[in-house]
């Protein structure tokens, strides 16, 4: 939120997204879920944080900080321009399971655990009681050893997260050219 980042690199990307290429929206993914104190010494002046802060604190100001730092950019874009979809992967999920304060336009989660069925029972439980369209994305992968997941296990999956209202799709690791890569093993 100090920092450049946002208003010389993410904030002109997206507008030139939607200017340039007509994009809709954007998924943003990695960014609160990322979030790790900042030690050096400007973020020390920053924040006001030190080393041996308790932790229950130090998760605080980080957590107060991403909030402000999504907001900064949500805003922005919808100012920019109202129709612009904005999607934070993960925000307002059991990663911030606080009410929602920031006005994104869909909340979105992915999961790649190897017990998928339910941690898309545990997800799509706490996202059916937001007031904000939703959906989930299954791995179609198990994340050990990069075997694809089982039919029946990608549908039990997929009930799970529509039973609950929300919508449901699957990541399959793409090869160079683009196709999906199916590598099962036994």
């Given at each position: 939120l100090e920092g450049k980042y946002l208003d010389d690199v993410l904030i002109p990307q997206m507008k030139e997204l939607r200017e340039e290429y007509g994009i809709a929206g954007v998924w943003i993914d990695g960014d609160c879920w990322a979030v790790a104190p900042d030690f050096s010494?400007?973020?020390k002046q920053i924040y006001g944080i030190t080393e041996d802060m308790p932790k229950r604190q130090l998760n605080q100001i980080m957590h107060d900080a991403y909030l402000?730092?999504?907001q900064k950019y949500v805003n922005?874009?919808?100012?920019?321009?109202?129709?612009?979809?904005?999607?934070?992967n993960w925000a307002y999920t059991t990663?911030?399971?606080?009410k929602p304060t920031v006005n994104v336009d869909f909340l979105s989660g992915d999961y790649l655990h190897n017990n998928g069925v339910h941690e898309a029972r545990y997800e799509a439980r706490g996202l059916a009681l937001r007031d904000i369209p939703?959906?989930?994305m299954?791995?179609?992968f198990e994340a050990t050893r990069y075997a694809d997941k089982s039919d029946i296990q990608l549908m039990q999956e997929a009930v799970m997260t529509l039973s609950m209202g929300g919508g449901f799709q699957v990541y399959t690791m793409q090869n160079r050219d683009g196709s999906a890569r199916r590598k099962n093993f036994p």
């Open positions: 010494e400007k973020g402000r730092y999504l922005e874009l919808h100012n920019y321009d109202p129709d612009f979809k904005v999607i934070s990663y911030i399971p606080d939703w959906d989930l299954a791995w179609g």
